[in-house]
């Protein structure tokens, strides 16, 4: 017996996974990689995943399914949450991807770290039964933290899983998963990891203006989680870094008719990312001033100048910081 375990490196699917695997049955970690990890913590997820993996002994998959999410993302069947998040579309995206792992390594059925009532768009009752149906795996989803609240799945109504050695888990609180983590000897797992992106209002806002205005691009959407982002018409945005690691993303990611715009190298200062329609002298314009609004000294300066470069192409240029009120106009 066989199955594929949906392992993010979090506590709960790391448990789930144990406790099927604890039963004697081959459990194959399956870790999807999405668009919206947060800044900074893909590369620190990866190594989470593959520690849970070689702590509980089991082969680990890596898929990236990007591409398909943003696809969704764009017009998620069943809408949004509060923010911008598919919750619904994008559970029934990674089971769709799930399925596909296990009828290709000849797996029986799958297994999710999710607990009833911990997420409030997700994991209800209901959201349960209607993802796995859209799915393509109704009754194929074992979820071990909850099962002994939620109807019996395939594997448990054909024996091959004991639902008497399942759980029955609900809610927010994680110190249930941490007394079973100490009593099952992981002595590390990550905290929670702040939520999803796609549930931060700002990030939402930022989300939201790059569907209506430029489109969604794995390019685009990593931009979101760099910088300060302007808009500043429908066919230009301004994005200007908060600190070094955003300066020198910034700077790399810019591509063919982008503009950067950064200080000399003995000024301190931000490097600006401008992508659209820069055409119009007066956008340009108001691109330069929002960027020199955040060279250090700026606010004692009349004129400050910076460089400009595109398409292989370096400039300089003089321009007055926008004070404080005029760049809130523009920002996102």
Known sequence: MKAVSLVSG?????????VVSDLGIEVIA????????????????????????????VRLIFLDVKKDFLEMFQHPRHGYGSNINPCIDCRILMLKKAKEVMDAEGASFLITGEVLGQRP??????????????AGVKGLVLRPLS???????????????????????SGRSRKPQMKMAEEGCIKEYPGP??????????????AKDLIACHGVSLENFELL????????????????????????????????????????????GPTALGRGLFSDP?????????TARYVDGAKTSSSVRLVVRR???TSTIDVAPMTDEETKKYLI
């Open 10 to 18: 979090g506590l709960d699917s790391t448990l789930s996974t144990k």
């Open 121 to 134: 768009m997700s994991q209800r009752r209901e959201a349960m039964s209607l993802i796995e149906k859209e």
């Open 225 to 268: 989680k760099f910088g300060r982002h302007f808009r500043l018409s429908p066919e230009a945005k301004l994005v200007v870094g908060k600190d070094e690691k955003d300066n020198t993303f910034l700077e790399a990611a810019a591509a063919k008719g982008d503009v950067v715009w950064m200080t000399e190298e003995t000024a301190p």
């Open 30 to 57: 399956l870790n999807l990689t999405l668009p919206f990890s947060q800044r900074d913590r893909a590369s620190s997820r990866r190594r989470e995943v593959e520690a849970v993996a070689e702590q509980l002994g």
């Open 282 to 290: 007066a956008v340009f314009e108001l691109a330069a001033r929002i």
């Open 193 to 206: 990891a702040g939520g999803c992106l796609l549930t931060d209002p700002g990030f939402s806002r930022k």
């Open 147 to 169: 099962a002994k609240l939620l109807n019996p799945t395939i594997p448990e109504d054909k024996g091959w899983v004991d639902r008497e050695k399942l759980l029955d888990i």
């Open 311 to 313: 398409d292989g192409l």
